[in-house]
Nanobody, 111 residues
Framework: VQLVQSGAELRNPGASVMIFCKTSGYTFTREYIHWVRQSLGQRLEWMGRIDPEEGGTKTARNFQGRVTFTADTSTNTAYLDLSALKSEDTAVYYC?????WGQGTQVTVSS
């Protein structure tokens, strides 16, 4: 099983960022994809998840209105789109099935 994420991103405050998570080695539609992030020195923070089979999502309250989760079953790829970025969004973002994890994507928000 592999979850391969897109590379590091640098954004200005107020911008948006999209991260992809390309999966292989298992049946994509059988596992939820969760997104979590970790800021320097902080605990892991769960952002939400998507059911790739049906497209249903659940979003943590802290991110409602700013985050979109999508999944493309033709390419076995999940996407996280985070908008209205703030400096506090600087973190490493991970996709995970809980059993397996992506390598992480560093997002830096700075002017």
């Amino acid at each position: 099983v592999q979850l391969v994420q897109s590379g590091a991103e640098l954004r200005n405050p107020g911008a948006s960022v999209m991260i992809f998570c390309k999966t292989s080695g298992y049946t994509f539609t059988r596992e939820y994809i969760h997104w979590v992030r970790q800021s320097l020195g902080q605990r892991l923070e769960w952002m939400g998840r998507i059911d790739p089979e049906e497209g249903g999502t659940k979003t943590a309250r802290n991110f409602q209105g700013r985050v979109t989760f999508t999944a493309d079953t033709s390419t076995n790829t999940a996407y996280l789109d985070l908008s209205a970025l703030k400096s506090e969004d600087t973190a490493v973002y991970y996709c995970t099935t809980i059993h397996d994890w992506g390598q992480g994507t560093q997002v830096t928000v700075s002017s």
